[in-house]
């Protein structure tokens, strides 16, 4: 996990806790674990959207002006 072993791992929750305080850690986890569903949704999304075709119109026919020529 992020080349993180777990002696990092617990030194990180560690500080946290001091941080934040045993009150906070469970609305915190909470709101990451929704940031990170939301951005797994997202990037799905994305990779099975169409490709929109954003070529201005007069390139376009410019373009189909040359495949009519050859």
């Known amino acids: 996990m992020f ?4 002696t990092e791992i617990v ?6 806790l001091v941080v934040f305080g045993a ?9 990451m674990g929704k940031a990170i569903k939301n951005f797994k949704k997202a990037a799905n999304e ?3 959207s169409d ?3 954003i070529t201005p119109k007069s ?3 410019i373009a189909d002006d040359e495949e009519k020529k050859a």
């Open 3 to 6: 080349g993180l072993g777990s």
């Open 11 to 16: 030194v990180i929750l560690v500080i946290a």
């Open 23 to 31: 009150g906070k850690l469970p609305q915190i986890g909470e709101g």
């Open 46 to 48: 994305v990779d099975t």
């Open 51 to 53: 490709v929109v075709d």
């Open 59 to 61: 390139q376009k026919k």
